[in-house]
Nanobody, 123 residues
Framework: QVQLVESGGGLVQAGGSLRLSCAAS????????MGWFRQAPGKEREFVAG????????DYADSVPGRFTISRDNAKYTIYLQMNSLKPEDTAVYYC????????????????WGQGTQVTVSS
């Protein structure tokens, strides 16, 4: 089993940057595809970015490539989401999640979830 804890959210002005972290417990961390999702009020939880087990391959939602970068450090059991050029529409609760699948974008393919961290972008 994997437990996930996100951190790094906060309030930032449009055009600013934030770096989210997700710390995992469990020695099988490197066997999971990891993803970031977000959920804005009244909206469905949506895929943002994903990274494979070794960190050599990534996947991004159409709304974020070039602005967001996902990475992982298996030695530290941690993944990151560097968010640049933030926009008010990026405001949401951001969740990290772990999957045994291959490059999944569907949230139902993720077995483990963190509690989420709030990101608020002011205009």
């Amino acid at each position: 089993q994997v437990q996930l804890v996100e951190s790094g959210g906060g309030l930032v002005q449009a055009g600013g940057s934030l770096r989210l972290s997700c710390a995992a417990s469990g020695r099988f961390f490197s066997s999971y595809w990891m993803g970031w999702f977000r959920q804005a009020p009244g909206k469905e939880r949506e895929f943002v970015a994903g990274i494979n087990r070794s960190g050599s391959s990534t996947d991004y939602a159409d709304s974020v490539p070039g602005r967001f970068t996902i990475s992982r450090d298996n030695a530290k059991y941690t993944i990151y989401l560097q968010m640049n050029s933030l926009k008010p529409e990026d405001t949401a609760v951001y969740y990290c999640a772990a999957s045994r699948g291959i490059a999944p974008r569907n949230r139902y393919e993720y077995a483990y979830w963190g509690q989420g961290t709030q990101v608020t972008v002011s205009s």
